[in-house]
């Protein structure tokens, strides 16, 4: 089975031990790195476009380290990689500052012919989020909504979650108009609490099925940190699946990404959404012991065998 994530990867760069290390990462890229480190037996794609600059081959290289299939990977002639660094205060508090407002990425659409976009209709499932809508060049946006219509007609499962980024947005309105566009197109939606509380208010889970009812979605799985994941399927029922909360939490800078992967791998190998929650909170349960968006693959190999 083919998986695809839409969105931007970026390099990282962060001091290790006083030296600069530098890697990269990217919501719906990590996704992608742990669905397939799960589950080697799905084909996972990632969707965006990059430079041919060093630093965008370094990165096209990394997502074959990770047997990334690089096919819908576009290499722009005149754009470049985006780039964050992470700082770390006295305190241990980290903050992140971007360099990526002119990034390849953001030409996504304009790089996909009309072959391309017949190509992946092959997809059983894609998954984009807040992210990727925020960083795609808004003229682009129609064509982006006529290609995952073009998709869903086709057969493929379209996946959304909000991961929301107010810097990346005008306003929140800008925002929230297109969140329910693609709540409207979603197949399944895996937001979570935070984002409607940061965007709605909502204080309560209920408050986001009710106003998530006039949405038809085949699952809805809402994500609250290390409280239960709450699941409505299609006919409405609503269940809850427990956790056990981590206490000794090092960064949970990917928790809801490794969590969107590994639920998608094991949703698509014919699990229960019961038993896909159970395995998605076991990686990321696991993710967030460890440093970095996406964890040392040795780290990672044990945990992987034993949730598959
Ligand atoms: P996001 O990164 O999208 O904000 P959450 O913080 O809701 O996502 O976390 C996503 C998933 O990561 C949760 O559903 C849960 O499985 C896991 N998780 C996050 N924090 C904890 C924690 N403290 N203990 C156990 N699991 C956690």
Redesign the pocket.
Known sequence: MRVGFIGECMAELKKVNGALEEGFAGDTFNSAVYLKRTFPQLDSYFISAVGTDPLSKEMLGFAQSESINTRFMFSHQDKHLGLYKIYTDAQGERSFTYWRNDSAAKCLMSQLTQSDEASLTALDLVLFSGISLAILNTEDLPKFWRLLAKLKEAGTQIVF?I?HRPALWKGRDDATELYEKAFEIADIAL?????FNFLYGFETIEEIINFLAPFSFKQLVI?????A?TLVNEEGEVSEVG?????H?VD?????????GVFLGAYLTGESPESS?NK??K???F??QHPGAIVDKKAYADLASSIA
């Open positions: 979650d991961n937001p979570g609490l935070e984002d994500k609250n940190g290390s409280s994941v956790l056990t909360p981590v206490t939490v949970t800078t990917s928790a809801g990404d490794a969590f969107n929650v998605a909170a990686c990321a349960g993710v967030i």
